[in-house]
């Protein structure tokens, strides 16, 4: 650079806040491997808390490719770093002071573990795998040297036991708990513990079925003040979920004794939902989408595999002012929801629209959607392979009128696309993928 009055001036002279404006266009593993590197002054930088809070780092095992913060790979992604094996994240371990995520996809020895938390100070999403060997005084451990743990993705065998609740209880800013599956058996999780002693937690996530019915209720009675987004397995017996006045997120997986009466109860006590996801609720009928209207605020609503829905169903979504995206996916008969299906036009808002593995898709008024649906932005079909030609023709005629259109489509497999080793001509050793 060359200053106004002549004297040349390199970018050691340019004050911190413009240098790292610059480095805020590096990613992760240039911050790592060169930044660092170069000065005292660019790597103390280069640990700025600024330039860390989207950063993701990712351990991953040897046979498998990682994904990333943003879903992409993550050797095409600037805010993640992937490493396999346990030399390159020791190496690097000591480098990311200000690191906010942590993603655990393979276990690892627990001095590796206990380097990273010890140089991680600041983390504040972490993930543990299922294989990972957890001892009490690890875990422990961790925490002690992890304490801004906002969001925590576990074992469901871990929270079976008391004493390791507790010491997830100790996190004070815990908001976001996630328990996956890890092994039959583990015994229930202790909700009851949790709701207690964690005030901050407002989103919880069980996509696991052990824990107490009671509990799951007393759990989310004791958060109904504080509690925005729940993923419940629906196994509850008739219970209905109640007033919920800060819910924004609601998905109940699987659940296929879901009574119409439920969801109204829901549709009445959880004004500010946006999310609301009844996946394989084959009890539902058209009667529990009566009062759906009431969600103003929704966003997002999933029926997908909702196969008792029938002829109004549609017509009660189209309410739903707000509604930006909808899927119907696996219904095996979209004709099944005439004559409401037309109603899907009526939703101005709506940016997506997917019905990815449902059967009959000619019951869907494409041909209007360019005039109807302004806004829409993705279509997600299936379609029968003996009809390919006849729907490359529809939506390339819909994108050629609504040109910011994505549409991902697909076709339906056969057993004629499956041939066996004994079907084929081939006598080479290529490996056929199925």
């Excluded at 490719?65 to 690097?92: I, Q, W, Y």
């Excluded at 993705?153 to 079976?160: S, T």
């Amino acid at each position: 650079m060359v200053a106004g009055d002549g004297q040349g001036k390199n970018i050691d002279d340019l004050p911190d806040e413009i240098i790292l404006d610059v480095f805020s266009f590096f990613s992760f593993n240039e911050l790592i491997d060169i930044l660092q590197n170069v000065c005292v002054r660019w790597k103390r930088l280069a640990h700025d808390p600024v330039l860390w809070r989207d950063k993701e780092y990712i351990i991953r095992g040897r046979a498998q490719n990682g994904r990333s913060c943003c879903g992409v790979t993550c050797s095409e992604c600037a805010h993640c770093r992937c490493e396999k094996t346990d030399r390159e994240v020791l190496r690097t371990a000591g480098m990311m002071p200000q690191l906010r995520t942590l993603t655990m996809m393979r276990g690892t020895r627990a001095r590796i573990l206990r380097k990273i938390c010890r140089n991680c100070p600041n983390l504040t999403t972490l993930q543990l795998h299922g294989c990972q060997k957890m001892n009490y005084s690890l875990l422990k451990y961790i925490f002690e040297k992890c304490p801004k743990i906002e969001k925590l993705i576990i074992a469901n065998n871990l929270l079976a036991d008391r004493q390791y609740a507790e010491l997830v209880s100790r996190l004070e800013h815990l908001q976001s708990l996630e328990v996956f599956e890890n092994r039959r058996g583990a015994g229930p999780v202790v909700l009851r513990f949790l709701a207690a002693t964690c005030s901050k937690l407002r989103e919880i996530n069980l996509s696991c079925d052990y824990h107490p019915l009671e509990d799951v209720e007393y759990f989310v009675k004791a958060k109904r003040d504080t509690l925005t987004s729940a993923t419940v397995r629906w196994t509850m017996a008739g219970k209905r979920p109640g007033c919920l006045p800060l819910l924004q997120k609601l998905d109940l997986p699987h659940a296929t004794d879901l009574p119409d009466d439920a969801v109204v109860t829901i549709s009445r006590g959880c004004p500010p939902l946006r999310h609301l996801s009844l996946t394989f609720a084959t009890s539902l009928t058209d009667g529990a989408l009566a009062e759906i209207h009431r969600l103003k605020h929704l966003q997002i609503l999933d029926l997908s595999g909702c196969s008792g829905l029938g002829g109004s169903a549609v017509a009660h979504v189209a309410q739903l002012a707000a509604l930006c995206t909808l899927l119907l996916q696996y219904i095996d008969d979209l004709t099944e929801l005439q004559p409401s299906l037309r109603h899907v036009l009526d939703l101005k808002q709506l940016r997506c629209l997917d019905i990815l593995y449902s059967g009959h898709i000619r019951a869907v008024a494409f041909e209007e959607f360019s005039v109807r649906l302004v806004n829409l932005r993705e279509l997600h079909v299936t379609y029968e392979e003996e009809d390919e030609v006849f729907y490359k023709n529809v939506f390339a005629e819909m994108q050629s009128q609504m040109p910011r259109l994505r549409i991902i489509n697909t076709f339906r497999w056969t057993e004629n696309d499956f041939l066996t080793d004994y079907e084929t001509d081939d006598d080479d050793d290529t490996d056929i993928g199925y």
